[in-house]
């Protein structure tokens, strides 16, 4: 008989192996140290997991990860409705958060459009984008999608569905990264700044 | 008011970035990721967290992680009882027994000894090898421990204290490892391959 690990630590191992960015290797580090650091701390652990599983849903309006629905971002005052910036997923308002410059209010696709991947405008949250366009008080779609080949058939995608009159629809600009030199920058890069260039 | 994070999705943050090998932004992914998914899958993890910290202990006679007491190592008739394998950790049985060549027992130390951390002959097992000793069943300590200055050390003291004409005291071979070739080899390790010479 050779020797295994003992029954619920290869349980533990093969949960946390599921996780994302977790690997086998990791996954066995992992539990070979949480069977043996202090009991109250895994307790804890696993309280903080079911805790937030049960208490984070996303926002009906926005797609925000929020504990109140509407979540904070879209019932804050302060904050100027007349802007709506389009993401992809909830975790790419907390990048925008982070710079900090954005003041509108946001709005998550859930995806972007991929045919390659069956991806359709059925599976993003547009008709929750109609019914918030439908209330008049959005006047610009700021996309704030990546720079790919997908991004970029998103991108026209919702500037011709969305855009009229009343709401015109902008996508981040595309360029030189801050603090970075030409040396840095690979050639499409590069082709998309001077497209891009403005009066200095 | 910027926007955060929910406050149980940030204590789930803490407690993940808390465990090794899981930085500030590995915490901040798995989180985030956690909170999306499967519910009953969160709860799952949950469960296997504190049900392998209850079940699993360390062997009372050799230190290693088990759910019966004393382990299956230490019980199983088909191990040769006259061959003590010293390691420092109990996850250290666990890479010899992939190796599968050594049938005998085993005898975590929990550490070595470390002047400069304050680690004492007191702070290892070394009192519970005093007594496994006793029996008068082991005759080979087998010392598999790392090659450094601490493991050198350690191994001295081991064979100082434990060695007898009844018991010898031998350490695994330094060398060359396996499958690799002179210019991948160090120069410590390449002289501890020529001291360690033998013949064909």
Redesign the interface.
Known sequence: ???R?????L??I???S?????GPR?AE?????????D?A????????????????R?CDACGA???VNPC??CT?P?RDASLLCVVER??D??VL?KA?TFRGRYHVLGGRLSPVNGVGPEDLRLEELTQRLAQGTAKELVLALGTDVEGDATAHYLAERFGSPTVSVTRLAAGLPAGSGLDFADELTLSRALEGRRPV
């Open positions: 008989m050779t020797h690990l003992p029954e619920p630590l349980a533990l093969a949960a946390l599921r996780l994302p960015g977790i990791s580090r992992l539990g070979l140290h949480l069977v043996q650091t009991p701390l895994v307790a804890q652990l696993a309280r903080s997991l079911v805790d937030a599983r049960e208490r984070i996303t990860l929020t504990e904070n971002l804050d302060g909830a975790t308002i907390l958060e900090g």
